[in-house]
């Protein structure tokens, strides 16, 4: 059973940083793209940053570029997202998807965004 766990979020001031780990399970780890995506209220889901396991590509939104990092540890079966200079306007619920076997790239998966398995939600608040 694939099973994508998210973690890490929380409260935090504007300008702030917070990491989070979405701990995946139930596939093989070296044939996957994974993302974060994050839904504001009242606004739709939106990607975030994708990682493509084929060659390490990434793909970010462009209100994240230059803020926020995604990489892998595959070793840990585990995917990051380092989010520094945080803003208010990044408060959301942040879900970590998985594609696999993979199919696609980092790209892809972020601006069409197939996804074969969603993880649970992570509250990240970013107070002014």
């Known amino acids: 059973e694939v099973q994508l766990q998210a973690s890490g979020g929380g409260l935090v001031q504007a300008g702030g940083s917070l990491r989070l780990s979405c701990a995946a399970s139930?596939?093989?780890?070296?044939?996957?793209?994974i993302g974060w995506f994050r839904q504001a209220p009242g606004k739709e889901r939106e990607a975030v940053s994708c990682?493509?396991?084929?060659?390490?590509?990434?793909y970010y939104a462009d209100s994240v570029k230059g803020r926020f990092t995604i990489s892998s540890d595959n070793a840990k079966n585990t995917v990051y997202l380092q989010m520094n200079s945080l803003k208010p306007e990044d408060t959301a619920v942040y879900y970590c998807?998985?594609?696999?076997?993979?199919?696609?790239?980092?790209?892809?998966?972020?601006?069409?965004?197939?996804?074969?398995?969603w993880g649970q939600g992570t509250q990240v608040t970013v107070s002014s």
């Open positions: 139930g596939f093989t780890f070296d044939d996957y793209v």
């Open positions: 990682i493509s396991s084929s060659d390490g590509s990434t």
């Open positions: 998807a998985l594609e696999s076997p993979r199919r696609t790239n980092a790209q892809n998966m972020c601006e069409v965004g197939v996804i074969d398995y």
